[in-house]
């Protein structure tokens, strides 16, 4: 059985921090993780899902413009796991953050069920 299982969300005020996992297991990722690009996509009520951040198997990272400076993207191939660190965090960061895996080349992608991380006073 594939899973992404994340991990971390929760309320957090302006300007305060949270930290995301998404663990990895399963037979597809067993031994292959590495090989995997990983992404942080969110979707806030109403609104279409986008990419936040990506991570590459070779450990390449890509931002969307609105958490340049202040997300994080970071995997532990070892423990399958794909990290957020989210910084700064601003009320428009509230929404469901969802965990994406790709393997490039075969059409292969698994998506997680999601995390709430609410940013408010």
């Known amino acids: 059985q594939v899973q992404l299982v994340e991990s971390g969300g929760g309320l957090v005020q302006p300007g305060g921090s949270l930290r995301l996992s998404c663990a990895a297991s399963g037979s597809v990722f067993r031994g292959s993780f590495r090989l995997y690009a990983m992404a942080w996509y969110r979707q806030a009520p109403g609104k279409q899902r986008e990419l936040v951040a990506s991570i590459s198997s070779g450990g390449s990272t890509n931002y969307a413009d609105f958490v340049k400076g202040r997300f994080t993207i970071s995997r532990d191939n070892g423990k399958a796991t794909v990290y957020l660190q989210m910084d700064s965090q601003k009320p428009e960061d509230t929404a469901v953050y969802y965990c994406?895996?790709?393997?490039?080349?075969?059409?292969?992608?698994?998506w997680g069920q999601g995390t709430q991380v609410t940013v408010s006073s």
């Open positions: 994406n895996a790709n393997r490039g080349g075969t059409g292969l992608t698994y």
